[in-house]
Nanobody, 125 residues
């Protein structure tokens, strides 16, 4: 199956920076898109940033100019560089991967969409 390992969360003061990473592994034939979502207490999960295999990016308006998503296709890993953090960025950040699983013969088997376990980001004022 597909596993996602996230790292890089933590606590920082407003104006500081953090870098999140998410590595996908397992029976992956192809990854179409990877992204980061976040969920603050009492709020719905929302898209923060996403990137396709071709490098096309999409950002939430609230993070444009502050966050940068990047991808290492060879490692099936994405990164989220978060600068100028604000208290309203405080949330649990989840990695999401959309792609195609491989069968035992390394042929395309089925679509998949997987979530990471989440990593806490806390920004204090």
């Amino acid at each position: 199956q597909v596993q996602l390992v996230e790292s890089g969360g933590g606590s920082v003061q407003a104006g500081g920076s953090l870098r999140l990473s998410c590595a996908a592994s397992g029976s992956i034939f192809e990854i179409n898109a990877m992204g980061w979502y976040r969920q603050a207490p009492g709020k719905q999960r929302e898209l923060v940033a996403a990137i396709t295999s071709g490098g096309i990016t999409n950002y939430a308006d609230s993070v444009k100019g502050r966050f940068t998503i990047s991808r290492d296709n060879a490692k099936d890993t994405i990164y989220l560089q978060m600068n100028s953090l604000k208290p309203e960025d405080t949330a649990v950040y989840y990695c999401n991967v959309d792609g195609i699983k491989a069968d035992y013969d390394w042929q395309p088997e089925a679509d998949f969409n997987s979530w990471g376990q989440g990593t806490q980001v806390t920004v204090s004022s």
